[in-house]
DNA sequence: CCGTATCCGATCAGATACTG
DNA sequence: CAGTATCTGATCGGATACGG
């Protein structure tokens, strides 16, 4: 994959990575462990109550009000409010949202596939380094 | 996309995702932002010196160390170290790395191109709370 | 049901100083 | 050059209590 970013002679005399500092930025913003399973959790069930993601989840009441707040605000997630007795909140990707769904299931597949490849290598690294 | 959990009648009446909960432990190792993004850089440059990652990242030395030492326990990452004087040792992704690299990349491009959108998003939610 | 407010411990992360 | 050690402030995140 490419980046964007100038490749070539001066490769590594460059004194920061652009691209690096930039997706930093996005990393800050959305790149949070809650947000990424807000996200996923949203695109595997599509609309999603408040405390449904929050048993889905195991999230803290508070953690999930500011993610989501956060994620509404930056345009990833849409807010429905019923104002019925009890009140009702649903939760929904935006189509920024969904556009971010790709990516986000990379990770989470990836993830899925790699636990125990990754306790092993910790298991391996554990035992070399305490010999 | 399909995390491999399962679907069907039950749906929202399991208490737990049970793929958030593997998801959320692979992220608590490989999921912050440096590691990302050191993961990043070494995807673009192949081997880098542990100075030249820093420069890249405008990381602390404090924070590269740490990230690369757990990287490379998870075997994400492989170091070589080579006895000279001054020292030199050189880290590059190990084949599991390498294979993180695509998730990653697909996140990191995504970054690069929603910065703008969620910035217009944050701006015009701001505009409305305020109001 | 859907949050917000407060408190508090745990972890993150930079700055600085030091070693082989 | 490539780290480690220590200190300190900032942020994360759960528990609890309260309000619309």
Not at 50 to 61: A, D, P, T, V, W
Not at 62 to 77: A, H, I
Not at 98 to 117: H, M, T
Request: aromatic share 6%; charged share 30%.
């Amino acid at each position: 994959m490419n980046l964007g970013h100038t490749k070539g002679t001066d490769m590594l005399e460059s004194k920061e990575c652009p691209d690096c500092k930039r997706i930093n930025e996005v990393l800050t913003r959305v790149g949070d462990r809650w947000s990424l399973l807000v996200i996923i959790s949203l695109s595997e069930y599509g609309t999603l109550r408040f405390n449904e993601l929050k048993r889905n989840l195991g999230i803290s009441q508070r953690m999930l009000s500011l993610t989501l707040k956060k994620l509404e605000r930056d345009g990833l997630v849409h807010r429905t409010y019923h104002p019925t007795i009890p009140p009702k909140v649903e939760y929904k990707l935006t189509q920024m949202g969904k556009s971010f769904r790709e990516p986000v299931s990379a990770i989470g597949s990836w993830a899925l596939d790699n636990l125990i490849k990754i306790d092993k290598a910790r298991e391996k690294y554990d035992v070399t380094v305490g010999s």
